[in-house]
């Protein structure tokens, strides 16, 4: 009897491939596979930061300086009225953490930016290793452990972060660390070394409160209303204590608070860089961890509890995001937190597809190939930036033979510090603080009018287009600067991304610069009229 179509028993033709899939993990191979572009992604990155010659990121110099300023006159925060015309916007120990590597760098000789560079790679690498111990204390699992700590460091636009001199990394290696031990703790003993050092990555950087209202809120939830309070109590006073000592050190600190009392905010930039956070491999595996941390939280608590963090997390950089000045670095704890609950994600999406394991596999390639092809990007990117590195670095260290302790402005942060008085080395937060009515470019817009600057170094084209180098609605300098520029100086020459303009008044009380000696190709305006041809009569 001809068995009815509805009944059919024989074999489906794709049955021996999902046969394969079902017996081998091949879905964690291939999310492995692609999740280690991204790590890739940022080990690149990472590398071509180390290397580079000027700064890995804006505005690292900007901060470098003010590091030196700690170190030679022992104060964090300055004036922003006053040169350098640049104010100390994260907290007093992000300064003091850069200190300590600087001064070493100069009792040995060496490079005070590789110094800071590692300082903050291990930070970095603090943060991993706390994902993977959290991971592995939560799921008794090496291999999910391990899962957990790619996901954290899957996320492309890390790349270029991950030496840059910023407190981000080094207020999440509290944080984490703070979890960590939290979660060791034992049941009826308030942790804390887990609350101080989530108190000190407040002074680190001011935003990162998501791991403390995770663990009050936890504690909240598992009715330990009195553990609840005495963390909190300790981990704010470990914070105030810090903001204090700083403060009656500090004679500045209170008119730098009121500088930044006021936030630029904007919206559309936010947007953009949220999806962009979104975007990363490791978010729809959190969620799908989340589910199941929910779903086990009587069986599993401490699950919860990174549900807690992740949740806070993401709700703290969204809620912070529109501030203008803000960049994905502030999603970088929630992107990294999230690989914790990925990896369960991750194991649990494998248990459940056993049934159809090749649609699941087509559906996880269609869902991360999208961050594959700018991972693959930016691996291209950092190989033809290394291969350049050498000619661009020899033409550099000219440059700065020549620049060096002159009168300069620049809106390039590492051209600034050359300068023998430095000023407005970081525009951005100099706009902020205009638009918010705290500082306007009085000063520098006269000194500009005197012809006083020896050389001004812009972006190529900068000056024809000023919205070309800008941070969301952020500009380096405002129209009167411009105007003042083109009104008061000439473009002399360009060499690699910069312009050198010069002032057309010719009497110096310095000499004269030799533009040609760091391969400054002259533009068509300055250079002198070409005889007129000779015609034969």
């Known amino acids: 009897m001809t068995p009815h179509p509805q009944f059919d028993a024989s074999p489906s033709p794709l049955a021996p491939i999902d046969n394969f899939f079902r017996r081998q993990p091949i879905l964690i191979v291939l999310v492995v596979a692609m999740l280690s572009v991204g790590a890739l992604t940022v080990a690149t990155g990472t590398a071509l930061g180390l290397m580079s010659f000027r700064d890995a990121g804006y505005p690292d110099s900007a901060t470098l300086l003010r590091v030196s300023q700690v170190v030679h006159d022992h104060h964090i925060y300055y004036p922003g009225d006053r040169p350098p015309y640049f104010i100390s916007i994260y907290g007093p120990l992000t300064y003091a953490y850069f200190a300590a590597p600087y001064k070493l760098a100069l009792s040995l000789g060496a490079s005070p930016q590789t110094f800071l560079r590692l300082s903050v790679l291990l930070a970095v690498f603090i943060c991993i290793a706390c994902v993977y111990l959290i991971g592995k204390k939560l799921y008794g699992s090496r291999g999910v452990a391990l899962l957990c700590a790619l996901f954290a460091v899957s996320s492309y636009p890390m790349a270029s972060w991950t030496v840059q001199f910023r407190p981000d990394f080094l207020a999440l290696a509290c944080s984490l660390a703070a979890m960590l031990w939290f979660l060791q703790s034992r049941e009826k003993r308030v942790p804390i070394l887990s609350a101080v050092v989530a108190g000190l990555a407040l002074l680190f950087k001011q935003t990162f409160i998501a791991a403390p209202l995770a663990i009050v809120g936890w504690l909240l939830y598992r009715r330990r209303y009195r553990d609840a309070i005495l963390w909190a109590a300790l ?303």
């Not at 000023?423 to 603080?433: A, R, S």
């Not at 060499?495 to 009497?507: I, L, N, R, Y």
């Open 235 to 537: 981990a704010g006073l470990t914070a105030i204590a810090g903001n204090v000592i700083a403060y009656l050190h500090e004679p500045y600190m209170a008119q730098t608070i009121a500088d930044l009392r006021h936030p630029v905010l904007e919206f559309r930039g936010a947007l953009s860089i949220g999806w962009l956070a979104l975007r990363q491999p490791v978010v729809p595996f959190m969620c799908i961890g989340a589910l199941f941390a929910w779903h086990e939280r009587e069986r599993a608590p401490e699950r919860l509890l990174l549900l807690f963090y992740t949740v806070s997390a993401w709700a703290v950089a969204v809620l912070t995001i529109p501030q203008a000045g803000g960049n994905i670095n502030y999603f970088f704890e929630p992107l990294m937190v999230s690989g914790v609950l990925a990896g369960l994600g991750l194991i649990e999406l494998q248990r459940h597809s056993t049934r159809r394991p090749l649609f699941a596999c087509i559906a996880v390639c269609i869902l991360l190939w999208p961050g594959l092809v700018p991972a693959f990007k930016a691996i291209r990117y950092d190989y033809d930036e290394a291969k350049r590195i050498p000619a661009r670095k020899a033409q550099w260290q000219k440059f700065v033979e020549a620049a060096s302790g002159r009168l300069l402005l620049s809106t390039h942060p590492d051209v600034t510090i050359l300068g023998r008085h430095p000023e407005i080395p970081d525009g951005f937060l100099n706009d902020v603080l205009e638009k918010s009515g705290r500082w306007r470019p009085g000063d520098v817009l006269s000194e500009m009018n005197a012809d006083m600057y020896d050389m001004i170094v812009i972006t190529k084209g900068q000056a024809d287009d000023p919205e070309q180098v800008k941070h969301r609605n952020l500009h380096q300098w405002d129209a009167d600067m411009w105007a003042a520029l083109k009104q008061h100086y000439t473009k002399n020459c360009t060499f690699d991304v910069f312009e050198v303009w010069s002032p057309k008044a010719t009497a110096r009380s310095t000499p004269p610069l030799d533009y040609a000696s760091f391969g400054c190709a002259p533009v068509a305006s300055a250079m002198p009229a070409a005889p007129p041809a000779l015609v034969r009569q």
